[in-house]
């Protein structure tokens, strides 16, 4: 199976990010997360609006799950406090499911209908400096438990946190799907170029 790769968007809408997020969309980009803590649901689907249709379509909404039901999209994420206290996820129709860990023993509990999942933080946080590891061996220290968790994990599993192109042949070899690319994308000087770059290196992986 191909290295995944999805887009996370920045918390904080930058300048011309509409325009930005559906360029890397029509660059191959299959999923950008729409994550936008505290926006109202008008501000989400105010979002997705800016949008070409194309666009929405691929977007996995992280709040105001709502809004899927008024306008077409991709998908909904779960944050690790929104998932149901029974454990068991339940996808709406059409849409694919997404949610998020932090701790290797989760991706065992956690049942339900998922598409794929995030492991963070898996690298120090290029968005929240002083969060997460220097090394993926640093954020969880046992490598092999890890090696162990992600190949006996009924769901795809991404890694989240601090994830630039030069990591992605050791992430591949721990045996992650994919990778969720957040700081590496919008706070380099060129987005598109370093989309580009990302894009490049995860097709490169034997």
């Not at 930005?20 to 980009?29: C, D, I, K």
Request: glycine share 8%.
């Amino acid at each position: 199976m191909p290295f995944q790769l999805v887009v996370i968007t920045p918390e904080r809408t930058l300048p011309n990010e509409a325009t930005t997020a559906a360029a890397l969309l029509s660059r191959g980009l299959q999923r950008l997360h729409v994550r936008k803590p505290g926006a109202s649901a008008a501000e989400v689907a105010a979002y997705l609006q800016a949008l070409p249709p194309p666009a929405r379509r691929s977007c996995m909404l992280h709040s105001c799950h709502e809004v899927a039901k008024q306008t077409a999209v991709r998908g909904i994420h779960y944050r690790e406090a929104d998932r149901p206290t029974a454990g068991v996820i339940k996808a709406p129709p059409g849409l694919e499911v997404s949610t998020s860990f932090h701790a290797l023993q989760d991706l065992g509990v956690c049942r339900g209908e998922l598409d794929y999942v995030f492991l963070s933080p898996i690298y120090a946080s290029f968005s929240k400096p002083g969060h997460g590891g220097e090394g993926a061996a640093a954020a969880f220290p046992d490598a092999d438990a890890l090696a162990s968790a992600l190949a006996g994990s009924r769901y795809p599993v991404l890694a989240l946190g601090g994830i630039s192109p030069e990591r992605f042949p050791e992430l591949a070899e721990l045996g992650f799907a994919g990778a969720a690319l957040l700081g590496s994308i919008w706070s380099a000087d060129d987005p598109l170029a370093a989309w580009e770059a990302a894009r490049q290196a995860a097709e490169r992986l034997p």
